[in-house]
């Protein structure tokens, strides 16, 4: 069993948006440091009754500011939190991650992808981390990162998932990779 792990929702969200004068600031590639929280909007709300979760998924990792401050998550490495202003059912302070750490990790001998074109996976069938690879990095630098060539989901080491349930926060669960599906890992 490795030791790592995906994000998944595990409760009704809405779909959430940064404004879209914010865009640069949230979504950037390089680290932002906005003078002020970004604003979040409700842009797709459930039909059924719904409570703020303390994790949401988007536009991107975010955590409640009174969870984020009970945790040590600040310096990890590759890894930059910016303030959100959540402003859904009332206004709720959020950290959100913004990632720049990428590791090539994929075993692409033994992963199973549905599309592999110009170095980049879109899709996946089947995934393996190559635990070779892994090794070569001290764990510091292999906490929270994406992978090179498939940056479409964060992997998260046990020890920050187990620093975060130890809260059990609403929202969101981590779920083993080899526990991987398709239809919600894209």
């Not at 059924?48 to 998924?57: K, S």
């Amino acid at each position: 069993m490795s030791d790592y792990f995906f994000a998944r929702e595990n409760q009704l969200t809405p779909i959430y948006a940064v404004a879209e004068e914010f865009e640069e600031a949230a979504f950037s590639t390089r680290f932002t440091f906005p003078s002020a929280p970004i604003p979040v909007f409700a842009t797709h709300k459930p039909a059924q009754d719904y409570e703020i979760a303390d994790i949401i998924l988007e536009p991107a990792l975010a955590i409640a500011k009174r969870l984020f401050d009970s945790l040590q998550l600040e310096q990890l490495y590759g890894a930059n939190w910016i303030p959100l202003k959540l402003i859904d059912q009332g206004e709720h302070d959020f950290m959100m991650l913004q990632l720049a750490h990428e590791v090539d990790v994929i075993c692409h001998e033994q992963s199973t992808f549905k599309r592999f074109k110009r170095g980049y996976i879109t899709g996946m069938k089947t995934l393996v981390i190559d635990s070779n690879k892994l090794a070569q990095l001290p764990l510091y630098k292999r906490l929270v990162f994406r992978d090179k060539s498939w940056g479409f989901h964060t992997f998260y080491h046990k020890d920050i998932v187990n620093q975060i349930m130890r809260h059990s926060p609403k929202g969101i669960e981590f779920v083993p990779i080899e526990t991987f599906n398709e239809s919600w890992a894209g």
